[in-house]
Nanobody, 112 residues
Framework: QLQLVESGGGLVQPGGSLRLSCVAS????????MNWYRQAPGKERELVAT????????IYANSVKGRFTISRDNAKNTVYLQMNSLKPEDTAVYYC?????WGQGTQVTVSS
């Protein structure tokens, strides 16, 4: 059974950093493009970052470009999202995604 488990969320002050992790099981991880999405209260879920399985090609939403970095460790079946220079508008539940599979989400709150 495929499972995605996120961790690393929390409360951080504006300008701070967090690193999210997502561990995948039940799949051949290297075969999957991995995504991070987020959903803020009252808003639609939006794609934040994507990383391809081979070569590490990445894509970012304009709102996070230059501040967030997605990476993956295929040996550990893990995808990461390093978030720097966090802003209050980054507050959301962050979800790991692989095709039709979703994690349970991890809350990120940016507030002073």
């Amino acid at each position: 059974q495929l499972q995605l488990v996120e961790s690393g969320g929390g409360l951080v002050q504006p300008g701070g950093s967090l690193r999210l992790s997502c561990v995948a099981s039940g799949l051949t991880f290297i075969n999957y493009i991995m995504n991070w999405y987020r959903q803020a209260p009252g808003k639609e879920r939006e794609l934040v970052a994507t990383i391809y399985s081979v070569g590490g090609f990445t894509i970012y939403a304009n709102s996070v470009k230059g501040r967030f970095t997605i990476s993956r460790d295929n040996a550990k079946n893990t995808v990461y999202l390093q978030m720097n220079s966090l802003k209050p508008e980054d507050t959301a539940v962050y979800y790991c995604n692989a095709e039709r599979y979703w994690g349970q989400g991890t809350q990120v709150t940016v507030s002073s």
